[in-house]
């Protein structure tokens, strides 16, 4: 059972071209923590302002830890989340599997 976070972003207008690489550099060093399974990056094709975050970890506590770290911190809430309209972020755990 995997633990999934879906962030959906609406940047400001024109400032796509500066969060998409912030996010690409986050990207990356968060698919090499512990416990991170998946970190993929997506813009819209109709409308380049809207970027949604697949982010899949081990755990809830893996998700909480890379919350806590230095790059999160300094990327996502100091360079990304000033540059945008809207933020949500949909936090997900598997529903058990129930036979028809």
């Given at each position: 059972m995997t633990y999934v976070v879906v962030a959906r972003y609406r940047t400001?207008?024109?400032e796509q071209d500066t969060?998409?690489?912030?996010?690409?550099?986050?990207?990356?060093?968060?698919?090499?923590?512990?416990?991170?399974?998946?970190?993929?990056?997506?813009?819209?094709?109709?409308?380049?302002?809207?970027?949604?975050?697949?982010?899949?970890?081990?755990?809830?506590?893996?998700?909480?830890a890379h919350c806590a770290t230095p790059h999160f911190q300094e990327i996502v809430l100091g360079k990304v989340v000033p540059l945008l309209e809207s933020r949500d972020v949909l936090r997900?755990?598997?529903r058990e599997e129930v036979g028809a």
């Open positions: 400001r207008p024109g969060v998409l690489p912030l996010l690409d550099t986050m990207a990356a060093a968060s698919r090499r923590e512990p416990g991170n399974l998946g970190y993929r990056v997506h813009q819209g094709t109709e409308d380049p302002q809207a970027i949604v975050l697949y982010e899949e970890y081990a755990t809830e506590a893996d998700f909480t997900c755990a598997p």
